[in-house]
């Protein structure tokens, strides 16, 4: 085993890409080197998730297979899911350290002290303070950065673990934000994915917003491109759906989640609109930006959800102008309001009804790619094929390949989209610019 090697995992969200980011960028300055999870290391760290009981038991899983095939290693568990089982885990035994979701960035003490002192009482652990902004943001992309702005959550849906794991709403500050951007668009990255767990909700408490984010990073000198991770369809205003109509570096992606489109349910779930909200938002995207990217967020099968109510929500989806969609079986997770609700549903029919999600997904996209045709995207290029083709997403996040040189990589480029290859990529041909 080569010493001071690091094997990194990360599960779950975009925030935890760019915390995992922030950890590897800490542990490189300090001599470690990062090498790819599936080969041998000294110390294992995963990141983990706690959304769904399938993201828990990936954890665990990550866990144990380390354990049996690297049992000389070292692991660390951080994030969601230790936050929210630190006890258990603690007394379980089976990570030699245990973080939550804020002290994450403790795990490169932490694997310092256990290197040095092999033999001290495990599980290393400590107290996680949930009322800090920790800043993140990743490098190690050439093409996109994830700079995170914003963390934890004041809603406390009822079928929801994050505010628990992560505590209340918390944000950066602007001029922080600035600063990390310019170091990003100084490190020759095109596009920034603005990321937190509720980035609508960013305050100040100068009492500025998310519209004030926007406002001031579309101002950072060389940056090309900005994408809006997941928002809140009643934080989505029309003032952040005009600005990004009216600006070329904000891209009309967006990803907004619905969860019912029946009220009553979303009422159960305690979700802060109503359906009509979601739509207006979405017409008035379409009406502004005829080829933005809608993609929609619905969980199947949430505990009193009848077939009525189910057939509700599809109808509804059905007749809006969205993209996509990310659909999920209803996951019972224990602490939240939902764990105790009557009439939970047979995991069979959540599945049936997540599968139609999926169905009418696949239909909604190829719908939209199909529009899409003959028409010119600015595309950035990321990634190159085994077949020497590149790879890339059109500002409206439609993926494209085409057969372009590989210094194309991390360039964007005029592409007309040619030819529907499947439900997930599009021919692209470049346009002499």
Request: aromatic share 8%; hydrophobic share 35%.
């Amino acid at each position: 085993m080569s010493l001071n090697t690091i094997g990194i995992k990360t599960l779950g969200c975009k925030l935890n890409f760019s915390e995992s980011a922030t950890i590897e960028r800490i542990l490189t300055e300090k001599g470690y080197r990062i090498v790819p999870f599936e080969e041998e290391a000294e110390v294992y760290i995963i990141n983990s998730c706690a959304v769904t009981a399938e993201a828990e038991k990936k954890c665990r899983y990550y866990v144990r297979h380390i354990k049996k095939q690297h049992p000389a290693s070292k692991t660390a568990i951080i994030g969601c899911f230790s936050s929210l089982r630190l006890e258990e885990l603690i007394r379980e035994q089976e990570a030699d350290i245990i973080l939550g979701s804020n002290n994450k960035t403790e795990v490169v003490n932490k694997i310092e002290s256990l290197l040095k002192s092999p033999s001290q009482h495990l599980p290393l652990s400590q107290a996680d303070d949930k009322t800090a902004f920790v800043s993140a943001y990743s490098l190690h992309e050439r093409t996109r950065s994830f700079l995170k702005i914003q963390d934890g959550c004041d809603y406390f849906c009822a079928y929801c673990t994050v505010p628990y794991a992560r505590g209340h709403s918390r944000s950066n500050s602007i001029a922080t934000i600035i600063k990390e951007a310019k170091t990003i668009v100084a490190n020759g990255i095109k596009e920034i994915i603005l990321s937190g767990v509720n980035i609508g909700d960013f305050k100040t408490g100068e009492g500025e917003n998310f519209y004030n984010v926007l406002e001031a990073l579309i101002e950072v000198e060389g940056l090309q491109r900005l994408r809006i991770s997941s928002i809140e369809p009643n934080l989505l205003t029309k003032e952040i759906i005009e600005l990004t109509a009216s600006t070329k570096q904000i891209l009309p992606h967006f990803h907004i989640p619905l969860q019912s489109g029946c009220d009553d349910v979303l009422h159960r779930m305690k979700r802060r609109y109503k359906r009509d909200v979601f739509a207006e938002k979405v017409h008035y995207i379409k009406q502004l930006m005829p080829d933005a990217c809608i993609a929609v967020d619905v969980i199947a099968g949430f505990p009193g959800e009848s077939e009525a109510d189910f057939r509700d929500t599809y109808d509804f989806i059905h007749r809006l102008p969205i993209s996509y969609l990310h659909a999920f079986p209803y996951s019972r997770r224990p602490g939240t309001l939902a764990y105790d609700m009557p009439n939970q549903l047979s995991k069979v029919c959540k599945n049936e009804r997540n599968q139609q999600l999926l169905a009418l997904s696949h239909e909604k996209k190829h719908t939209f790619y199909t529009e899409n045709l003959h028409s010119i995207h600015k595309v950035l290029f990321e990634s190159e094929t085994s077949t020497r083709q590149l790879v890339g997403f059109t500002d409206n996040y439609i993926k494209v390949i085409a057969s372009l040189p590989n210094d194309n990589i991390n360039a964007i480029r005029n592409i007309q989209l040619s030819e529907l290859l499947d439900n997930d990529t599009v021919l692209g041909i470049a346009i002499n610019e």
